[in-house]
């Protein structure tokens, strides 16, 4: 596809579950961002690739979180024993470089609700 | 206090009305993005700009570095306009979001 896709789109998860989200960037796109957007407030910066090395990863709000992107393409966002207040909107983006100002791509986004 | 901060937070205004969106920012940056957030979560971005003024359709942007300003303005808006307006900062290698602005525009 053109765009930016992103898997599930829904997904709910009884506490203490484990979550999986799944990002497909832009085909050639070096750059990949993953944001939490709670309800009603903008999207927060979770962690940041090039290729597959993950330069920032300082917005991960606890050891619970983790992503990877292990060829450089595909991303997965994994949650461990999920929270309530993990109930949230993940978006990814992808931008073509992480070198100067690119314009990111973002994905419909996964919502996230924990039950 | 936020590093961005919109203004207001939400907006109603009627057909055919000029629309601002103001944007303050406390941070260096090295662009800022307007980016536009209808519901059901998808984002797309409008204008990443760094000086100046764009304008695209009946949408201009405009940035004044010294004041770490910027301003979004809709002219004639429509209710396809309808949607969150967010405003967000290019800090180092991330994004900086403002809490985003609701407009609603009515027929």
């Known amino acids: 596809g053109a765009g930016v896709s992103q898997s599930p789109r829904y997904k709910v998860a009884k506490r203490g579950q484990d979550v999986a989200l799944r990002c497909d960037p832009i085909?050639?796109?070096?750059?990949l961002f993953w944001y939490q957007q709670a309800l009603g407030q903008g999207p927060e910066f979770l962690t940041y690739?090039?290729?597959?090395?993950?330069?920032?990863k300082s917005g991960l709000p606890s050891d619970r979180f983790f992503a990877e992107r292990p060829e450089g393409s595909v991303s997965t966002l994994k949650i461990q024993r999920t929270q309530q207040e993990d109930s949230a909107v993940y978006l990814c983006?992808?931008?073509?470089?992480?070198?100067?100002?690119?314009?990111?791509?973002f994905g419909p986004g996964t919502r996230l609700t924990v039950t | 206090k936020n590093e961005v901060e919109q203004s207001p937070q939400n907006l109603t205004a009627q057909e055919g009305e000029f629309i601002t969106i103001n944007c303050s920012y406390s941070v260096g940056i090295s662009a800022l993005h307007w980016l536009q957030q209808h519901p059901g979560g998808g984002i797309v971005s409008l204008f990443m700009?760094?000086?100046g003024k764009k304008k695209h359709g009946r949408l201009i942007a405009t940035i004044n570095i010294q004041e770490k300003h910027s301003s979004l303005h809709i002219t004639a808006s429509h209710p396809r306009d309808s949607a969150v307006y967010i405003c967000a900062v290019h800090n180092t290698d991330k994004l900086i979001f403002g809490t985003g602005t609701r407009l609603q525009v009515f027929p």
């Open positions: 085909s050639g796109h070096v750059s």
């Open positions: 700009l760094s000086s």
């Open positions: 983006a992808s931008s073509f470089s992480g070198q100067g100002n690119y314009e990111q791509y």
């Open positions: 690739f090039q290729n597959e090395a993950q330069l920032d």
